[in-house]
């Protein structure tokens, strides 16, 4: 499979598991979604000051891993890379297909404090159980493109 196979899947399988460290070293998960992922790296959002973007800003390194089952069998992919702030002009690509947004962020200007992040280079794993695929890959974004 090619690196742009790899960032779709991640981007259809949407919302995934991020891994962070906070100052402790104590390692935390939640889930968010993918709003952009292609050769340019993944894009995704948070709100500034909470804890996730704490952790984002002290250790910029993540780990992001995803699942789907469906007629191409069970596809996981994890990758684990680093992120870094992008221009605010990016979220209206981050949002656009986001089907949780207006669940988390209800309110318009919420959805206006939220700030957008790139997962700008790293390496990934990809595992396909029904047609025993197991590849590694890697990817680096020069630019903060979408």
Same mark, same amino acid.
């Given at each position: +499979?090619? @690196?742009?196979?790899?960032?779709?899947? @991640?981007?259809?399988?949407?919302?995934?598991?991020?891994?962070?460290?906070? $100052? #402790?070293?104590?390692?935390?998960?939640?889930?968010?979604?993918?709003?952009?992922?292609?050769?340019?790296?993944?894009?995704?959002?948070?709100?500034?000051?909470?804890?996730?973007?704490?952790?984002?800003?002290?250790?910029?390194?993540?780990?992001?891993?995803? +699942?789907?089952?469906? !007629?191409?069998?069970?596809?996981?992919?994890?990758?684990?890379?680093?992120?870094?702030?992008?221009?605010? $002009?990016? @979220? !209206?690509?981050?949002?656009? #297909?986001?089907?949780?947004?207006?669940?988390?962020?209800? #309110?318009?200007?919420?959805?206006?404090?939220?700030?957008?992040?790139?997962?700008?280079?790293? $390496?990934?794993?990809? +595992?396909? @159980?029904? !047609?025993?695929?197991?590849?590694?890959?890697?990817? $680096?974004?020069?630019?903060?493109?979408?």
């Amino acid at each position: +499979m090619a @690196l742009q196979d790899y960032m779709k899947l @991640l981007e259809n399988i949407g919302a995934v598991v991020f891994a962070t460290v906070d $100052s #402790d070293g104590k390692p935390h998960t939640r889930f968010a979604n993918i709003g952009v992922a292609n050769e340019n790296g993944i894009f995704f959002m948070t709100k500034p000051g909470n804890e996730f973007y704490t952790q984002l800003k002290d250790n910029e390194n993540v780990s992001i891993s995803g +699942m789907s089952n469906d !007629e191409n069998g069970i596809q996981a992919i994890t990758i684990e890379g680093k992120v870094r702030e992008v221009d605010q $002009s990016y @979220l !209206e690509d981050i949002l656009k #297909d986001n089907p949780y947004v207006k669940d988390v962020y209800p #309110d318009e200007e919420d959805r206006k404090s939220v700030v957008p992040l790139q997962v700008y280079e790293g $390496s990934g794993f990809y +595992m396909n @159980l029904k !047609e025993h695929i197991n590849d590694a890959f890697e990817f $680096s974004a020069n630019e903060h493109n979408t």
